[in-house]
Structure formats: structure tokens, C-alpha cells
């Protein structure tokens, strides 16, 4: 997997280089917050609140590239016997494929790599972390509100559902992530 995050970034990157030369850069930050459906295959889905920050980059007026970064709560309640899974932490890097659909509406997909690491409770007090890396795709929509801001409604997913898993053999978690965002354009 190592090399499929080396291959995409190297990819990414040339990319960049190229589409910088044909058409005007537009850099971005932002931060999106939303509901994430996580699954380990053990246990019954379950959804808790997530939030990242992105940092992307409009190569060209069909094609884009983003970093993400971010976490969720536990899809645990407190002092519930039933066993929850959260996202530590989760990075991942995206192809962002756009069109534009209106003047200020554009919609995209997202295809890339990321990594998950996340921790599973099956009881208070137990707990068992675990990495994976996987693949990453969704599809969005994003509008100028302004010049200089940027509002996305999204669905994306990162790593396929774990197989194989048990309560003693946790293998990490699948996320899908219902989410909004809001960026800061530097153009």
C-alpha cells in the first residue's frame, strides 16, 4: 500500500507541475464537518459527527487535487454495552475530476488513497487500535458563494469493509462520510 501512496502522490505532483504551466492555479483551505458511517465488520454500522481540513488545489478548469486531514467521535455511547468504533485520525489525497454545471456550481468526483486509524471498544475499558489504507472515491458539489469562499456538499468513502473480522481479530473500519465544507479560495 505504501507504494500505491507513493505512486498517487508522485502522480499528483506531476500533474500539478503540468496543469500549472496550461492554467491559472486556484489554491484552497478549508474545513468540513459531517455525519461518518463507520464499519468494522463486526458490529452493526453506526454514524458519529467527523470533521477534516483539506487542502486543495484547482490544477485546471477540469481537474483538481486535495489533502485531507480529520477525525470523529466514538459511535459508543457512554455506558452503553454494545461495542463502538472512532476514527483516531484519517488522511487521505484525492483526483479531483470537475465540471462546471452552472457559473457558480461546479460538480466533481474524488478518487484516491487514504489511511484510517481507528479504535474499536467492545467493552468499557477494552480497546484495540488498528491501521488500513485503501482506496477513496465520492462525488460533490460545490458553490461560490463569494469571491473568495466555497461551500461543498459531499459523500465520499474511504477503505473497503474489513472481512474476516471478529471481536478478537478487529481489523480497522470502512467510512463513509455524508459531509459540508466550507473553503477559502487564494485567488
Keep these: 500500500m505504501k507504494k500505491t501512496v507513493t505512486s498517487f502522490i508522485a502522480a499528483l505532483a506531476a500533474i500539478t507541475s503540468m496543469a500549472s504551466v496550461a492554467h491559472a492555479s486556484d489554491p484552497y483551505v478549508g474545513v468540513g464537518v459531517g455525519s461518518f ?13 467527523g470533521t ?18 480529520g477525525t470523529s467521535g466514538s459511535t459508543k455511547e457512554e455506558l452503553a ?30 478518487i484516491g488513497v487514504g489511511t ?12 484495540s487500535s488498528k491501521i488500513r489504507s485503501g482506496l477513496g472515491y465520492g462525488l460533490g458539489f460545490s458553490y461560490s458563494a463569494m ?9 465520499s468513502h474511504l477503505n473497503s469493509k474489513p472481512k474476516g473480522a471478529s471481536s478478537a481479530n478487529y481489523k480497522g473500519v470502512s467510512a463513509s462520510m455524508y459531509t459540508l465544507s466550507l473553503q477559502y ?3
Excluded: C, M
Design 37 to 49: 458511517i463507520l464499519n468494522d465488520g463486526i458490529s452493526k454500522k453506526a454514524s458519529t459527527i
Design 52 to 69: 477534516y481540513l483539506q487542502v486543495g488545489d484547482n490544477f485546471s478548469e477540469f481537474l483538481g487535487g486535495e489533502i485531507r486531514i
Design 81 to 110: 454495552i454494545i461495542a463502538g468504533n472512532k476514527i483516531d485520525y484519517f488522511a487521505a489525497a484525492f483526483l479531483k475530476p470537475q465540471i462546471k454545471i452552472a457559473e457558480d456550481f461546479t460538480g466533481y468526483a474524488l
Design 116 to 127: 484510517i486509524r481507528a479504535t474499536h471498544s467492545p467493552v468499557a475499558g477494552l480497546s
Design 147 to 155: 469571491d473568495n469562499l466555497g461551500i461543498s456538499g459531499e459523500w
Design 185 to 187: 479560495h487564494f485567488y
